[in-house]
Every structure is written in structure tokens, then in C-alpha cells.
């Protein structure tokens, strides 16, 4: 079986919603008009049917709650999503394994409440969030009870990365383009997230959490030297700030903490990035994903058959590690 761990979807009558409540969707919205099986669910199955024996794990698609709402609206529309969802996989429980729950980091007292209302009462099996809220990073004080329930919970956090057009390549430009924001700029956002996780300490605080990250691992596994030795005099290239004193407060060298992300398989179907990222982050902290309906799912499984894995690895990546994450 094939378990696709990390694919996207326009649950029941959210996407009208949410086009009527932030109907300037932008870039990202233009790209989800155009990808019928986000929203139709006859075609999505249609399209699922081409691949056997083959489950989805389901979540919103980006844009971010945070960057298109209110407070107000977003914790709405993250409970409106979440109930659909839920509702989806109970009623089609031969194609979807579960969802990740969304939620509106604008409240936290609210996204707080969604996350429990969500795992609680109608079964996710974790949560979705971005690697920043509307400009601000994760490793605020503000965003550590997320962090400490999944903890708790002993569910994944799914971490989608975030940047728009909005966020120029050059100074002397007011929009990046070429769309180079997303081509380069979701890796860049993803390997940023993550190393501010690990600095601030959030595996020492929490050894055994487990955090998805989409596009395996972002720039991680292909600057390892730069992410590990190269960061091991971090403080000595700046002179405005004082903080030659992170990495002596982590409890472990540094890059050890880049392996306890967990990495997804959805690169578009890129054998030699798949084959990277499986060799970085190990069999066991690599996960099936395609990025479905986004990115060519039968390209993505032949990479994955064409690096030869041995069989027990091979079920592992597949499905068996997804199981035991999401607690199957």
C-alpha cells in the first residue's frame, strides 16, 4: 500500500467560503483555480485510481489562513475546513488515511482550542502549520504550546513553507519575480524554520517531536557542510548582535538536531533531491509524498523505485513509516 503523506485539498464547501472571505486570493489562488482535483472529489478519485493501492493523508493547500484573514475569519474558517475533512475521510475511509488539521495562528488561545477540538473530537492526526505567521517565525514564546501539545499528543506537525511575490529577491525591486519566490524561496523559508527550531532549543525541550517538513527538508540536505560545520562558528560573521552563547546552550552539536525532522518525498519527481534527502535524513525519518494534485505523483513513485532500496526500507518509506507517525 501506499500511504501519500502530505497532499492537499478543498474540503467540501471551504473554498467557496474562503474565496468570499478573502476574495483576493492572489498568485497562489490563480494556481489553485486551475487544479480541478484540489476541489473536485470525483476527479481527485479518478485521478487516485491510476496508482493501486494508494491512500492520502489530506490538508489544506496554502495560502496560509494567517496571511488572507482576520483573526476572526480564519479561526472560522480553520474550524470550517477541519470539520470538513473530518467528514470527508469518514465517509471515504478506502482513500484517505486521516487529515492534518488547520488552523489561525493570529489567536492562540483559539488555534489552542481547534488543535484539541480537532485531534480530540474528530480525529486528526496532527496539525498543518506554516514556517511563519504572517512575518513572524515559529521559535516565539507565543507559539510554544503548539509545540508542547503535539508533544504531548505524540502526533506530527506538518510544516508547510509560506513566501509570497511580495517578498522581493533585491533591495532595489518591490516584488520578486519569475516566481522565483516560490521556485527558490519555499526551500529557503523551510531550511530558515527549521534552523530557528533547532537554535532556540526546541528538541532539547522536546527530544521525540515530530515535525514533517514538505520538499525534503528544504536547502537542508544539500548544504550540510554549510549547516554543519560551517555554522559551528556561528556569531563570528556578526557584529551587531551577541550570540556566540547558542550553540555551547544546546545540549548536542548543532547539526545532530537537523536529523530529528522528519522529510517528505514530494520534489516533483527529482531522483538524484529524493535520493539526497533519503541519505540525509535516513529511511526512517523519510516519508511518502507527492504533493498531490500539484506535482506528478507517478514520477515521484518511479524516483523512489529507481534508488533500489531494500524491501523492508522500501515498505517503511512507503507506508510503514507513516503508520507509525500518525499512529495508524
Known amino acids: 500500500m501506499l500511504i501519500d503523506i502530505y497532499t492537499h485539498i478543498f474540503p467540501g464547501t471551504f473554498y467557496e ?7 483576493r486570493l492572489g498568485n497562489i489562488g490563480k494556481r489553485m483555480q486551475a487544479v480541478v482535483p484540489v476541489y473536485n472529489i470525483e476527479e481527485r478519485f479518478r485521478k487516485m485510481d491510476a496508482y493501486g493501492d494508494y491512500k492520502q493523508l489530506i490538508s489544506l493547500p496554502p495560502p496560509p489562513l494567517e496571511d488572507i484573514t482576520d483573526t476572526e475569519t ?4 480553520a474550524r470550517v475546513a477541519n470539520d470538513a475533512m473530518a467528514e470527508v475521510c469518514i465517509k471515504h475511509p478506502d482513500r484517505f488515511v486521516g487529515f492534518a488539521a488547520a488552523l489561525c495562528m493570529l489567536d492562540m488561545e483559539g488555534a489552542m482550542e481547534e488543535l484539541h ?10 496539525v498543518q502549520i506554516f514556517t511563519n505567521v504572517n512575518g513572524e517565525p515559529l521559535d516565539k514564546l507565543k507559539y510554544l504550546p503548539l509545540f508542547n501539545a ?3 499528543y505524540d502526533l506530527p506537525i506538518w510544516m508547510h513553507p509560506s513566501r509570497g511575490a511580495e517578498m522581493s529577491d533585491y533591495r532595489g525591486e518591490e516584488r520578486s519575480r519569475y516566481e ?4 527558490f524561496g519555499w526551500p529557503y523559508e523551510t531550511s530558515v524554520a527549521m534552523a530557528r527550531l533547532v537554535y532556540c532549543g526546541m528538541y532539547d525541550r522536546h527530544p521525540d517531536l515530530k515535525i514533517i517538513t514538505h520538499h525534503m527538508g528544504g536547502m537542508i540536505p544539500y548544504f550540510d557542510g554549510r549547516v554543519g560545520p560551517g ?11 551577541d550570540i556566540t552563547g547558542i550553540l555551547p546552550a544546546l545540549k548536542k552539536p548543532h547539526a545532530e538536531y537537523f536529523k530529528n525532522f522528519y522529510a517528505d518525498t514530494a520534489m516533483f519527481g527529482a531522483t538524484l533531491g529524493i535520493e539526497c534527502g ?5 529511511v526512517g525519518h523519510t516519508v511518502f509524498s507527492t504533493d498531490f494534485p500539484f506535482a506528478p505523483t507517478a514520477k515521484t513513485i518511479e524516483a523512489i523505485n529507481s534508488l533500489e532500496l531494500e524491501r523492508n526500507d522500501l515498505e517503511a518509506l512507503f507506508e510503514g513509516n507513516a503508520k507509525r507517525l500518525m499512529k495508524l
Open 74 to 77: 480564519g479561526t472560522h474558517l
Open 117 to 126: 477540538r480537532s485531534i480530540k473530537d474528530l480525529g486528526a492526526r496532527g
Open 17 to 23: 467560503q474562503m474565496s468570499k472571505a478573502a476574495p
Open 150 to 152: 503535539m508533544a504531548e
Open 231 to 241: 555554522m559551528d562558528v556561528l556569531g563570528a560573521r556578526t557584529t551587531d548582535e
Open 180 to 183: 522565483m519566490w516560490w521556485c
Open 278 to 282: 533519503v541519505k540525509y535524513f535516513g
